[in-house]
Each structure stands twice: as C-alpha cells, then as structure tokens.
C-alpha cells in the first residue's frame, strides 16, 4: 500500500464512523420525537410499575411493564374472565386531581383484549391493550393504570406513574398525512389481499412497489454514477493540470460532466425521496399492526380487523430484533455485493498496458479514489449489518428486499452501459 493511499483510507475511515453517527442519531430523533420512548418508573414497593412512554400523542399506544423483585410468583386474573376479578384492573383519567370512572371496556371483552398473565420471582411482564387502546384513550389528559396482583397467600395494588396523552402538533400531524397514512394504508392492503394476512410479506411487496415507482429516479442515478466512474480518468488529469487553480479546477470538472450529462448530485435524490419511507417504515413495525393504528387507516381499509395480523416471517417476528442475528448478516452480505457492483470497473476503465505504472511524485489521485471506495465497500456493509441487528426485523426486511432488488437494478445498469457499442453501417 502506498503512503499516499493510507491517508485516503484513514480519511473514509473517519467519515463512515461521522455519517454511522448522524445516520443512528437521526433515526434516534424521529423515533424520539414521533413514537418517543422516555422510560418512566413507579418505584413503590417490591412490585415495579413502568411506562416505555410517559408523555404519549393520540393514537400511540401506552406500554407498560410490570416487574417482580419479590420471590414470589404474581398472577393477574383478567376482568374479560366470566365472573372473576371484576374489578383487578383499572385505567382512570385524572381531573383536578380527582379520578374518573374506570375507563377500561371490562363488559364483553375477550382475553385477547385484556389477557391473564403471570410474573415470575425476578422477572416482569409487558402490558399493553392492542386491541382496545383506541377505545380508551380518545381524549388528551392524564391517566393512571391500577391493578391487582395475587402472590398465592394475598392480593395486592399495584399504580403506574401518572402518563399524559396529548394532541399531535403540527409536524406530527404532516407526518402522519404525508408519510405514515399512506405507507401504513398501503401495507394494510397488501396484509389485507394476502392469504394468512402476513406482515413480513406485505413488507416485501411493498418494498417492490417503491422500488418500481423509484426505478426511473434510480435508474438516472445509476448511470450517473456509473458514467462518473467511468470518466475517472479525465477527472484525475483535470486535478492533476489545475491543483493550483482551485476556480479553473472546478470550472473545468464542471463542464466534463456537462459534456458527458453527468449529474454529480443525481444519486442522492432517490436517498432523500426513500429515506423518509425508510423512517415511516420503522416507526410503524416499532408501534405494530394492531387496531391501536386504526386512526390511521382509510375508508377502504376499515374492513380489515387489525387484531389478526400474522407477524411471524420465517424465523423472525417482524415486530422484534433478529434473535439469532441472521438478518443482518444476510442484509450486510446483499449490502457488500451491491456495494461491489457499484464500484466495480468498466473495461473502458481497464489501463491498456497493465505493465505500465503511473510514476509520480504526487499522489495519485484514481488511486485514492480506488482505496476511498474499497473501503466504502467493506464499511458500508457493517454499518447497514449493524443498524439490521438494533432495529424491528420488519425493517430489516425491507432494506434486505430493496437492496436485493437495487442489486439487480445495477447490473442491468452496469450491463447496458458497459457493453460493446455497435454501430450498423449502411
């Protein structure tokens, strides 16, 4: 390796760590700001009570887990159970300090809307109403969740911190009526259509239709970047003529790319334009498909109950990380092969006498470039591998379909542009 080729390496090193950390923190942020998780406790006694959100929007479902630092086993007996522990469960709103009427639909509900559960000693269970949220939470305000736990020998209540629902502001509400509502509609018609109603397969074909309504957009971005590759050559004659001339130096890289219509700028569009899907993509698997969502839904979706949505996908369920780590090694693996077709070398590219080597005193600059986009290759894979393995497997899915599918894309590109041209003469 030449000494001019490990600063180029050490300087792409640093950048992928830089752009590891802004693309993390942005995910960070939206998931913050649109479907937040601010850990909150009741710390009373043995028996914990915490809330996954304590400040909620309309429309977001309140998660809480109950936790047992007691020795005994603790069991919750439903209210939907006929003629037992009426009373064991409660959500109250809270006005002027004073409490409501129990607000929990107890009459006629089923044990798929408020099931029984046991807590081990040691250990906590998740509780959530999926089924009923949308029933109970329809207004802002504070609210409070008791219930009462039996240890064998005696029954005790337990009271989760208080929680606020509020309105949604203004760019939440964008948010939901740009992005959420029509990915969200457009994945519940495809659950609806496909037979088992299966998430994980509603993802991937709506993974193939943005990528058929992105293929134009990508295909210009393709060429572009390929015809880039292709003209790196004259762009490292162009540096090495003017390195002192930094105005003539872009002014000439300029018109090289309006000569060969080459827009530097074209492969990020079809980024921007997916990102927000991929955003919306998350924060939808992260809440889950239940009728929680409801709100979201459009006319001709309602038929659909969204109680029983299949999320098992193979071995995964879309709505949890990747317990083995398969994912993300098949996403990184797709992720490294297409990072490869992309960068990989024309023939036009090719130096006719692969005897001669460039001598110079100055770094070469094609060289660097080259070291720059190897290491891109290698990086880029860990770093997708990295956030498949943090995120709902449902996302992972999706990036693992669209990549697949880029893939394909780029070696059409890279066929059509890299074969021989023929010319028919008359």
């Not at 640093?14 to 937040?36: D, K, Q």
């Not at 996954?52 to 479902?61: A, M, Q, R």
């Not at 629902?165 to 992005?179: C, I, T």
């Amino acid at each position: 390796m030449t000494q001019s080729a490990k600063p180029a390496i050490k300087d792409s090193i640093r950048s992928f760590i830089l752009w590891f950390c802004v693309f993390y923190l942005i995910f960070w942020a939206f998931s913050h700001f649109f479907g937040g998780k601010q850990q909150a406790e009741k710390t009373g006694g043995e028996i914990q009570v915490s809330m996954v959100d304590k400040t909620l929007k309309l429309g977001n479902l309140a998660e809480f887990v109950v936790k047992n630092n007691t020795d005994k086993e603790l069991s919750f007996t439903s209210p939907c159970v006929s003629g037992e522990a009426a009373d064991s469960i409660g959500i109250y709103g809270i006005i002027a300090g004073n409490r409501t009427d129990n607000l929990l639909p107890v009459e006629n509900c089923t044990l798929e809307d408020i099931p029984s559960f046991t807590v081990a000693a040691g250990g906590k269970q998740e509780v959530a109403f999926r089924n009923i949220s949308h029933e109970i939470f329809t207004e802002s305000g504070n609210y409070i969740m008791e219930l009462s736990l039996n240890d064998g020998e005696a029954v005790q209540s337990v009271v989760s911190p208080d929680f606020k629902y509020s309105e949604p502001g203004v760019f939440r509400k964008l948010y939901r009526a740009l992005v959420a509502k029509p990915l969200f509609n457009t994945l519940v018609f495809f659950i609806k259509i496909l037979p088992g109603h299966p998430v994980g397969w509603a993802i991937v074909l709506l993974t193939v239709l943005v990528k058929v309504l992105l293929f134009t957009p990508n295909q210009r971005a393709m060429r572009s970047q390929r015809e880039m590759q292709k003209m790196q050559p004259k762009i490292s004659d162009i540096r090495a003529k003017y390195k002192d001339n930094p105005q003539v130096l872009a002014m000439k890289t300029m018109e090289l790319y309006k000569t060969h219509k080459i827009n530097p700028m074209g492969a990020m569009v079809p980024m921007l334009i997916q990102f927000p899907v991929l955003i919306g993509m998350y924060l939808i698997v992260q809440q889950g498909i239940s009728p929680h969502q409801n709100y979201l839904l459009y006319g001709f979706n309602n038929s659909l109950d969204l109680s029983i949505v299949n999320n098992a996908f193979f071995w995964l369920d879309v709505t949890k990380v990747d317990p083995y780590f398969i994912l993300p090694v098949l996403v990184a693996v797709i992720q490294f092969l297409t990072m490869k077709l992309s960068f990989a070398k024309s023939k036009s590219q090719e130096p006719k006498d692969k005897s001669v080597k460039k001598k110079s005193a100055e770094p070469n600059m094609a060289d660097m470039a080259q070291q720059m986009q190897t290491t891109m290759v290698w990086v880029m894979p860990v770093m997708i591998g990295v956030f498949t393995a943090m995120f709902p497997a449902g996302v992972g899915i999706y990036w693992f379909t669209s990549t697949l599918l880029g893939a394909a894309q780029q070696k059409l590109v890279n066929w059509s542009l890299d074969r021989p041209q023929v010319t028919r003469v008359n």
